[in-house]
């Protein structure tokens, strides 16, 4: 029998750490990760980025809803552990849930420090540590223009720089006289300051808050000297405390964080900490580095091979800020017993120091040119002698002359700071495996994996191994680091080779890893589909969750049940059925979705072949990358303006279309006149009715990322909007990427290149033909379930004591 194994808090360290465990023995737990956040876990990281927006939320997820799918790992996402019971080995949640372990790892991270000063409760103050807090960021900046941070520390500096990109004034308030007190001596800092000032941040330095104020929400912050400034938005980044409560409240040894010892054992058997929840040796870690060091080793403990122990680490530091290039690492400031050697060239604003105790390189900080930054780390960690150091180091950039660094790093040195990834490992990788890109090296060995630092000098190194050839993959988008081909060559390769399986189509066209990887199995097993309707079995565990199980799984791990309602019209038999069901299965909540469905939410995962019985209607699809809605307006039969019969055409589309697999979602809309009441502006499709005909407009998007569609064509009859459709449709299956939506795809291939493949009538009959023959392929998932036990056993092996739907 399996062991089990507990991780509570879903945050960098702790996953990491079940990589490893992963790494280790794939199969010797069964392991259950509980956090309080609603998301998978993410790159906690690069917030900064995304606030700075150079990347977006969406892009920094580490490891997917799939990944945990994949992996037999039980996730509940937006629960909290609130008791562990340690005699009994188990643990409570805020919702009620009670789980055993046999080995149980606290990784809670930390919590924000707020300053406990009057109004620090007033809307509009945050902190910077989750999603949630730099969603708000971002949603305050739309509206107010004023935004004041509290803190000159790292973060405080890329909250500031991200509010800047945002369109906000920003005044960057410090307690001390300069900037990044805690990684820089006030040499660096005062250059730093200056570089910031440039970039249009406003410092108020020696400021200590006294209260922030507000009518109803925060308007300024009051300083002990009695000043003030104006403020609409006040961001608190003056330090993290670790979040220990959930184990002092368990009667686990505390003291600022978790006490652990060099295997990350805590004084309770069976219970380990790591990350920044954990204190060692009486430090506690605010980088990753460092923790994911502590993970290496707690995954060995726990798997039962005790080896090495963990020491420490020396920290090293960097702003993820762009334009300004800072460094320091380990003991940077002078003092007693200590000697410096420096460079400090005013005009280029380039300062170099490192610092040295008894012969030996202890600390450093770089600013302005940070190039040699990993080797001043790996001196301080090796503890090398001063003599180790070439003075050719500290050489301005500019002197020309110089070797390229990764060509003079030694095989042992790191490349990677955060995820501690040597050159020697990264060429190992490069050489074993053929990888040719950042993207590849990254999936291989995680280097860059974390705050992207080092993203450059990885790519210096694929050049240096690579040369010439790496510019040409390096353009090249793959489908994922598993292959060297794109997608077209992908397709193109299935169609010539016949291939028939997931597999098959791996193995022929030799993928790196066996098994693939959650990015290309799903796109595979579309293609495939796409390829080969009918003919083609869809692969039920290459497969997203969602599509699998046909119910969309929610942050609380229960699932959404949404029945198709053609062109957003119901009866009231239907509405009958809808209600004995939610109150047969004690379904929490019915809700109208944005797409004119209903929907029933938080339904048990072996409820749902039950439900589906008793519902007796199709999918909607709510979870596919398929159709899933055409919204309609009430139209010609029932409102003033309407001149065209919207519902009737919006049901005609539903019903010809339904089931269809496409690369991502696809919404349509249709309304009866320009008023557009079912927003058919920002769908996949839109269809809007004219005087004698209808507009038909392609390419939008209400999301995230919004996108007014195109306008394709105007035609005359309905018969003509399915044929125009139909062929988009089609054309869009054939030639999009896996997940990418068609408000992407328009823009990708041109509307002009798409008008030009429908107006062609050869060219539309033959892909509406190929069209027809996908959508004669099609069943509906939900019936096929409950008329087959064999699957609902494989599906929902966990149906526990309730009996599979009698097949009739
Ligand atoms: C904006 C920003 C920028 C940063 N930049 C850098 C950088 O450049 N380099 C660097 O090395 N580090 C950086 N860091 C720090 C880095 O993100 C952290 O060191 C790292 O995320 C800590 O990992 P962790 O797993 O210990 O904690 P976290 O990632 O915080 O994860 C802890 C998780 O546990 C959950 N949790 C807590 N209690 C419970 C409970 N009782 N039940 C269930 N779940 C619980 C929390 O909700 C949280 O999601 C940055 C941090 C921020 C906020
Ligand atoms: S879109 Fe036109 S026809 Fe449809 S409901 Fe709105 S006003 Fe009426």
Redesign the pocket.
């Known amino acids: 029998m399996k062991r089990k194994l507990v991780l509570?808090?879903?945050?960098?360290?702790?996953v990491r750490c079940i990589e490893e465990i992963l790494k280790l023995n794939r199969e010797a737990f069964e392991i259950t990760i509980?956090?309080?956040?609603p998301h998978p876990n993410y790159n906690?990281?690069l917030?900064?980025k995304v606030l700075q927006g150079d990347t977006s939320i969406d892009e920094i997820t580490l490891n997917s809803w799939e990944w945990y799918e994949q992996n037999g790992i039980r996730l509940f996402a937006g629960e909290?552990?609130t008791d562990i019971d340690h005699e009994e080995q188990l643990v409570r949640t805020d919702r009620g849930r009670v789980v055993e372990y046999d080995e149980l790892i606290l990784?809670?991270?930390?919590n924000p420090f707020i300053l406990p000063v009057p109004g620090a409760d007033l809307p509009g103050v945050t902190a910077?540590?989750d999603i949630q807090d730099c969603e708000r960021m971002i949603e305050y900046a739309k509206t107010y223009k004023k935004a004041a941070v509290i803190g000159g520390g790292l973060?405080g500096l890329?909250a500031a720089r991200g509010l800047l990109n945002l369109g906000m004034d920003v005044d960057v308030i410090h307690i001390f006289d300069y900037l990044m007190e805690r990684q820089l001596d006030p040499t660096a800092s005062k250059l730093l300051q200056r570089e910031l000032e440039k970039q249009g941040m406003n410092f108020l330095l020696r400021k200590e808050t006294a209260e922030l104020f507000g009518n109803g929400r925060v308007e300024g912050v009051r300083f002990k000297d009695g000043t003030s400034i104006a403020a609409d938005l006040v961001v608190m980044a003056v330090g993290i405390r670790p979040?220990v409560d959930?184990a002092r409240r368990s009667g686990i040894a505390v003291n600022r964080g978790i006490i652990v010892n060099d295997y990350l054992e805590t004084n309770v058997p069976h219970i380990y900490a790591v990350?920044?929840?954990a204190e060692h040796r009486g430090v506690v870690y605010?980088?990753?580095?460092p923790?994911y060091e502590q993970g290496k080793v707690l995954a060995q403990v726990i798997c039962g091979r005790k080896g090495k122990s963990y020491e420490g680490s020396v920290v090293s530091t960097?702003l993820?800020v762009s334009g300004v290039d800072v460094f320091s690492a380990g003991e940077f400031m002078d003092g007693e017993g200590t000697e410096s050697i420096k460079l400090y060239d005013e005009a280029r604003s380039v300062y170099k120091k490192v610092v040295v105790r008894e012969g030996k390189i202890v600390g450093a900080v770089l600013f302005g040119d940070t190039s040699e930054g990993r080797k001043l780390l790996d001196m301080i960690q090796r503890g090398d002698s001063l003599e180790a150091l070439s003075l050719s180091l500290l050489a301005p950039a500019s002197s020309g002359g110089k070797e390229s660094l990764v060509a003079t790093m030694a095989d042992t040195d790191v490349v990677c700071g955060?995820n501690g990834v040597t050159k020697g490992a990264i060429c190992q990788a490069i050489a074993e495996h053929g990888l040719k890109t950042v993207a590849e090296v990254r999936d291989y060995t995680n280097a860059s994996r974390?705050?992207g630092g080092c993203k450059g000098l990885v790519a210096e190194l694929l050049e240096h191994m690579l040369g010439e050839e790496v510019n040409r993959y390096t353009v090249k988008e793959t489908i994922c680091g598993c292959t060297n081909l794109s997608r077209e060559e992908v397709i193109a390769a299935i169609k010539e080779k016949r291939l028939m399986t997931v597999k098959e189509v791996m193995s022929v066209l030799g993928w790196k890893k066996e098994e693939g990887c959650s990015k290309c199995r799903p796109a595979l097993n579309y293609y495939l589909g796409m390829l080969y309707p009918g003919e083609y079995d869809e692969e039920v565990e290459s497969l997203f969750v969602n599509e699998r199980l046909h119910a969309n799984i929610q942050a609380d791990g229960t699932y959404s049940v949404v029945p198709r309602m053609y062109g957003g019209v119901t009866t009231a038999e239907q509405l009958r059925k809808i209600a004995d069901v939610a109150e047969k299965y004690n379904v929490p909540m019915i809700k109208l979705t944005g797409g004119q469905r209903i929907d029933l939410l938080g339904v048990k995962k072996e409820d749902l072949p039950r439900i589906w019985a008793d519902l007796g209607m199709p999918s909607g699809y709510a979870y596919a990358k398929a159709l899933r809605t055409v919204k309609t307006c009430v139209g010609k039969q029932f409102c003033r303006f309407g001149t065209q019969d919207s519902t009737g055409l919006g049901i005609r589309m539903e019903q010809t279309f339904e089931r269809l697999k496409t690369p991502h979602k696809v919404k349509m809309a249709v309304s009866a006149c320009p008023r557009n009441c079912a927003e058919s502006g920002i769908k996949d499709v839109g269809v809007v009715g004219v005087e004698g005909g209808w507009e038909i407009y392609v390419g939008g998007n209400g999301g995230t990322h919004l996108r007014a569609a195109d306008l394709l064509c105007t035609v005359k009859t309905e018969e003509e909007v399915m044929e125009m459709t139909g062929a988009f449709l089609q054309y869009y299956r054939e030639s999009a990427h896996y997940l990418e939506r068609t408000s992407k795809w328009v823009e990708r291939v041109g509307l002009e290149h798409i008008r030009e493949v429908l107006f062609d009538v050869e060219m539309r009959r033959a892909l509406l033909e190929r069209l027809h023959k996908a959508l004669s392929a099609t069943k509906d998932p939900w019936r096929e379930i409950v008329e087959n036990e064999r699957l609902q056993q494989t599906l929902f092996c966990d149906l526990g004591d309730k009996e599979p739907v009698p097949v009739e």
């Open positions: 509570v808090g879903n945050g960098m360290a702790g509980f956090g309080s956040e906690r990281i917030l900064s909290t552990v990784a809670t991270g930390s910077f540590r973060l890329e979040n959930l990350g920044e929840c605010g980088l990753v580095a923790l960097q993820k955060c974390s705050c």
